[in-house]
């Protein structure tokens, strides 16, 4: 009876979790009810989805073990917001699970790699935790900056940090959820090897947004994630949490810190007293943040006075963007401008349906997943379970790139 109280403590519904594994919901209900043990091989999954430790889990297929109150008392909990509905706790539980097979597949290409845990750790040690949050994630973003390859003087990062992120062997996430998550940072795998992973939510997104998101999520990878399952930032609102501030502070000044700023002005001849929507379309595209966050930077670093602020936030930028820059067109402007070149699978073959939620893969994780089945790394069952679909469909979508491969052992 434990993991039908850890299901009910995430507020999951059975019947999604049981599309989720891949299983018809009699036979899961029979694994909440106790009637028949889990099967071991489901386990590090489940474990990893829920964030249960892969002990607790087999405690509760034998009914072993300690009770649920001292087990899950703070299991999922940030799921059980008010601000979060059903759908929210399922799109969740969608994106750990492609977490889950995202680190199985970095393992396969041997491309696990663990140079986080050596830096987050140097920059926690770094810091003064007695300082404000806002120095607390400056201070860290210096040290990320400066100890990373992301360090590039005074040249912004913001075209860098997803494949820094691969580098050092953090999994980075976009897709178009409905969701009010607009990002979150979780570990998966193993306890004793936890990799962290990054989400940004790309629906009704801009790149330059995500950017923003995705290093305010790495934030909380560097300092929260030791002490929590996960961190869930949302779309409606901006936390006043501390550990919300030093994240966010991080991300600024990693993406803009003053001297990206005082760089582009020079380069572009750009007057910080008359900025105009021209001025600001250059300073988004050639930062790679939004127009909100730049300006935020500005007057973080008194580049531009609270007058400036709000006259500038009010400018429309958007047109004189989109002749600037490819990534401020929208997904589908940009999937329709590179068509030619771009193979049909990335533009039409990637949504994924489990029950009732459907999901994007990232068309880097595809085609990974195709390059390890033609590699003999990976069955064409497991490349089908790693794109979350059954096997006919997989061979219906992907069958001309497979090359001829053996089925691997």
Same mark, same amino acid.
């Given at each position: 009876?434990?993991l039908k109280?850890?299901i &009910?403590s995430?507020k999951?519904?059975?019947e #999604?979790?049981?599309d ?9 209900e029979e694994?909440l009810?106790?009637v028949?043990p889990?099967p $071991?091989?489901?386990i590090?999954?489940i474990?990893s989805?829920?964030?249960?430790t892969?002990k607790?889990l087999l405690?509760?297929?034998t ?7 001292t087990?899950?008392?703070a299991?999922w909990?940030?799921?059980r917001?008010?601000k979060?509905?059903?759908?929210d706790r399922?799109m ?12 199985q597949?970095?393992?396969?290409? *041997? ?13 926690r040690? $770094?810091?003064?935790r007695t ?5 607390q994630g400056?201070?860290?973003?210096r040290d990320?900056?400066?100890m990373?390859?992301l ?14 992120? $691969? ?5 980075t ?6 969701s009010a998550?607009?990002g979150c940072?979780?570990?998966v ?5 936890p990799?962290?992973?990054v989400f940004?939510?790309?629906?009704k997104?801009?790149?330059f947004r995500?950017?923003a ?6 934030g909380?990878?560097? #300092?929260?994630l030791e002490?929590?399952q996960?961190s869930i ?14 994240a966010?502070?991080f991300?600024?000044?990693?993406l803009? @810190?003053?001297s ?12 910080? *007293?008359?900025i105009?929507?021209?001025n600001?379309?250059t300073?988004?595209?050639?930062s790679?943040?939004e127009?909100r966050?730049?300006?935020r930077a ?7 006075s ?9 400018l429309?930028?958007a ?8 990534h401020?067109?929208s997904?589908r402007?940009?999937l329709r401008k590179?068509?030619?070149?771009? @193979? ?10 489990l029950?009732?939620?459907?999901l994007r893969? @990232?068309s ?5 997943v195709? &390059?390890a089945?033609?590699g003999q790394q ?11 679909m059954?096997?006919?469909t997989?061979?219906t979508?992907?069958?001309?790139l497979i090359g001829?491969a053996?089925?691997a052992?």
């Open positions: 009876m434990i109280n850890i &009910e995430t999951l519904d059975p #999604f979790c049981a989720l594994l891949g299983v018809a919901p009699d036979q899961f694994w009810t106790g028949r889990l $071991r091989f489901v590090p999954e474990s989805i829920l964030g249960i892969e607790t405690q509760a297929s009914g072993a073990g300690e009770s649920y109150a087990l899950a008392p299991i909990y940030k799921l917001d008010s979060l509905v059903q759908a399922e969740v539980a969608l994106v750990r699970k492609l977490g889950y097979y995202m680190d597949l970095a393992a396969v290409r *041997g491309e696990k790699l663990r140079r986080f845990e050596p830096l987050f750790r140097s920059i040690d $770094r810091v003064d300082a404000p949050p806002a120095l400056k201070g860290a973003a990320f900056r400066s990373t390859d360090e590039h003087g005074q040249v912004a990062i913001g075209e860098w940090i997803r494949r820094a992120l $691969r580098t050092l062997g953090v999994l996430l976009e897709s178009p959820l409905k998550v607009e940072a979780f570990s795998g193993s306890v004793s090897g990799t962290p992973c940004a939510n790309s629906y997104s801009t790149w995500r950017n998101v995705i290093m305010h999520e790495v909380h990878a560097i #300092f929260d002490s929590e996960i930032d949302y779309t409606t609102d901006a936390s006043d949490e501390l550990k919300d501030q030093r966010q502070a991300a600024q000044e990693c803009v @810190p003053k990206v700023l005082v760089q582009l002005a020079n380069r572009f001849g750009l007057k910080w *007293g008359s105009s929507a021209a600001l379309a300073l988004v595209g050639y790679h943040v127009q966050l730049v300006l500005a007057y973080d670093s008194e580049l531009i609270a007058e400036q602020l709000e006259a500038y936030g009010a429309d930028c047109s004189e963007l989109r002749e600037l820059t490819t401020a067109l997904t402007e940009y590179q068509a030619v070149e771009m @193979p049909k699978w990335i533009a039409e073959n990637r949504n994924t349906d029950g009732r939620r459907s893969l @990232p880097l994780y595809v085609g990974q195709i &390059e089945l033609n990976i069955s064409e069952s497991k490349a089908a379970e790693m794109l979350m059954d096997r006919e997989f061979v979508r992907f069958g001309s001829g053996e089925k052992a």
